[in-house]
């Protein structure tokens, strides 16, 4: 594929780094990428996907917009209050690139729907904000050996997960066998809004080292982040042989 004159000029910055190149940004345009949850992880994932010239991004969300998503959920407004997330996201994702493909499904994964979801991508984001989904999501990256790349957010805390289920590496249920009695999420624990931007913009660099084939740094490991410290720390993941996955 050739890359236009007014894409090189949008993309120069990046295009001149040694590790990226016009064969970089070639394969980031040839790329596909979906994101599960277009909440406070998945819209600034998405506009910095959309920023580096991803070709195909899908999204997925069932929820309308509401005022309490509005001070971390940064594509919308209040002018978009009970509207579907994905239809307004999707509309503006392609205001900041029009080149993109950006499929927009308004449902809620299950299992009905997820294999079909995500066989046609090369790259999974999970920005759920729910533990049986997070595991579903996992379960299905795992079969169909795609890379998952899953961020989750409580309070001050941050976590990103990273899984290359191309090679053998631990999933999601090495790390969480079981669904914890209490599901924490942002309605009942609060979270912190800036956090929420740092943890999808995490996620969207390692969709972009997993692009570039650029040695990633969460290779059977959890990174973590506290926002009150300003720390970050890794935790190595280990293959837990009771997995259901045979991980």
């Known amino acids: 594929m050739k890359i236009s004159n007014k894409e090189y000029q949008k993309y120069s910055k990046q295009i001149i780094l040694k590790k990226f ?17 277009m909440g406070g992880l998945g819209c600034p994932l998405a506009i910095y996907l959309a920023s580096l010239g991803i070709g195909t991004l899908g999204i997925v969300d069932n ?10 959920q ?18 503006k994702i392609k205001k900041i690139n029009n080149k993109s493909l950006i499929k927009s499904y308004r449902l809620r994964a299950g299992e009905k729907n997820i294999k079909n979801l995500i066989k046609n991508f ?8 729910n533990f049986v989904t997070r595991l579903l999501i996992n379960d299905h990256c795992f079969k169909q050996k795609k890379i ?10 941050g976590h990103i997960f990273k899984f290359d289920f191309r090679e053998k590496t631990p999933c999601f249920r090495c790390y969480m066998p079981e669904i914890p009695n209490i599901d924490n999420n942002c309605q009942t624990e609060g979270v912190t809004p800036t956090i929420t931007g740092t943890m999808g913009t995490l996620q969207a660099n390692e969709v972009l080292n997993s692009v570039l084939n650029l040695k990633s740094g969460l290779k059977k490991q959890i990174l973590i982040f506290n926002s009150l410290e300003m720390s970050f720390r890794k935790v190595k993941l280990n293959i837990n042989n009771k997995c259901v996955n045979k991980c």
């Open 63 to 72: 929820d309308k917009i509401e005022l309490s998503n509005l001070n971390r």
């Open 148 to 157: 998952l790349i899953s961020a989750a957010v409580s309070g001050f805390i």
């Open 21 to 37: 190149g016009l064969v970089g940004q070639k394969k980031i345009i040839n790329s596909k990428v979906l994101i599960f949850g």
């Open 122 to 129: 090369d790259i999974i984001c999970d920005g759920t904000d």
């Open 74 to 91: 940064i594509i919308y407004s209040n002018d978009d209050i009970g509207k579907f997330k994905v239809d307004v996201a999707q509309k």
